[in-house]
């Protein structure tokens, strides 16, 4: 099946500090989604990329499509408390797998 | 406009039930994949539909089951339900095949 590794698992940072995780994978995407979970809550669409080599940003959040199609990467810049969650990458490619996560910490 | 919507948000069920969850997906949306999250990990693929046909499906065994409807809703059933697969159940919806997807808030299901 279509794996996708996301890393890092954790991090813990301080408030302020710019973030940066990735996923990559054997496997070639069409998309390359980003989505942010709180805790009991559906995951939240943060960035959607659709062409290799893409670079897109959503406020303080960037987010790259990888020029091979088989990796992706999600910065955020100044991160604030309410950054705390887990971020997972999903690869389409007609369905959607997703990365195992990387949880956020921000401590004030 | 309406994001998706899952019922029902909490279900309790003994262990050899047998349990249905729903998904609404957004107005317009024909695409539908359902995700098992057990807690505090990640979203495993169940099933995703697309106009109406099951497109594909996860390494779950066949009594996790569904359809879909005429009008893209969903429903996900789970036979001879055991104590493992208490978790959240999630649905996605989008526009078509490789775009943007949306979540829902989840079905919660307990198996005791």
Redesign the interface.
């Known amino acids: 099946g279509q794996q996708l590794n996301q890393s890092p698992q954790s991090m813990f940072i301080q408030e302020g500090e710019d973030v940066s995780m990735n996923c990559t994978s054997s496997s070639i995407f069409n998309t390359w989604l980003w989505y942010k979970q709180d805790p009991g809550e559906g995951p939240v669409l943060l960035i959607a990329l659709y062409k290799a080599g893409e670079l897109t940003s959503n406020g303080r959040l960037t987010a790259q499509f990888g020029i091979t199609r088989k990796d992706s990467f999600l910065n955020i810049s100044a991160s604030i408390p309410s950054d705390v969650g887990i971020y997972f990458c999903a690869g389409l490619n007609n369905d959607m797998r997703f990365g195992a996560g990387t949880r956020l910490t921000v401590k004030p | 406009e309406a994001g ?1 919507t899952q019922s029902p948000t909490h279900l309790i069920k003994p262990r050899g039930q047998h349990a249905t969850l729903r998904c609404s997906p957004i107005s317009g949306h024909t695409s539908v ?1 359902w ?1 098992q999250q057990a807690l505090g990990l ?2 495993q ?1 169940l099933l ?1 539909y697309d106009e109406g046909e099951e ?2 499906r ?2 779950f065994p066949p009594r996790f089951s569904g359809r879909q409807f005429p009008n893209y809703s969903s429903e996900l059933n789970v036979n001879a339900l055991e104590l493992e697969d208490s978790a ?1 159940y ?1 649905c ?1 919806s989008s526009l078509y ?10 079905t ?1 299901l307990t198996v005791v």
């Not at chain 2, 095949?97 to 979540?103: G, H, I, L, S, V």
């Open positions: 998706v994949y995700y990640g979203l693929f995703w497109r594909n996860g390494n959240l999630l996605a095949a490789n775009t943007e997807a949306f979540f829902g808030q989840g919660r």
